[in-house]
């Protein structure tokens, strides 16, 4: 017995692909484009609406995830920084690290002026370069 969507789903599916871009085409891992990769993410989270909205700790997670079943070492990082102006307040930041530095940032200095809390994969080094506060 075939099923068809109510029109409500079939609505919401075609919502869906207005807001998703399509995905790049399938590449062998070792093929990847990050660059591209992080493009790509970067404009499916600038469209999603509310809670699902573009974030960098979400842009990070999203590339982690992607980036470490394709095979690639990178590590995520999150850090806070104490912000100065009306009052003194607490700002967060996620990023990822390959190699020692800042991979896919948009501006990798954003990165460095947090103090990490936190990495995974969970350390058993120290942690990279582009994980530790540059002193000031």
Same mark, same amino acid.
């Given at each position: 017995?075939? #099923?068809?969507?109510? *029109? @409500?789903?079939?609505?919401?599916?075609?919502?869906? $692909?207005?807001? *998703?871009?399509?995905?790049? #085409?399938?590449?062998?891992? #070792?093929?990847? &484009?990050?660059? $591209?990769?992080?493009?790509?993410?970067?404009?499916?989270?600038?469209?999603?609406? =509310?809670?699902? !909205?573009? @974030? /960098?700790?979400?842009?990070?997670?999203?590339?982690? !995830?992607?980036? %470490? $079943?394709?095979? #690639?070492?990178?590590?995520? /990082?999150?850090?806070?920084?104490r912000?100065? =102006?009306?009052?003194e @307040?607490?700002?967060? %930041?996620?990023?990822?690290?390959? &190699?020692?530095?800042?991979?896919?940032?948009?501006d990798?200095?954003?990165s460095?002026? %947090? @103090?990490?809390?936190?990495?995974f994969?969970?350390?058993?080094?120290?942690?990279?370069?582009?994980?530790?506060?540059?002193?000031?």
């Amino acid at each position: 017995m075939t #099923r068809r969507l109510s *029109v @409500t789903w079939r609505l919401r599916a075609a919502g869906v $692909a207005l807001v *998703v871009p399509p995905l790049p #085409r399938a590449v062998p891992a #070792r093929e990847l &484009d990050a660059a $591209a990769l992080a493009r790509w993410v970067d404009a499916v989270l600038r469209r999603l609406p =509310g809670p699902w !909205h573009h @974030t /960098c700790l979400k842009r990070s997670v999203v590339l982690y !995830h992607l980036l %470490h $079943a394709a095979g #690639r070492p990178v590590e995520l /990082c999150i850090g806070v920084r104490r912000t100065k =102006g009306s009052g003194e @307040t607490l700002a967060a %930041h996620a990023w990822l690290v390959r &190699d020692g530095t800042p991979y896919l940032e948009p501006d990798p200095g954003v990165s460095l002026a %947090h @103090t990490m809390i936190a990495r995974f994969p969970e350390p058993h080094t120290a942690p990279s370069v582009a994980c530790i506060p540059q002193s000031s």
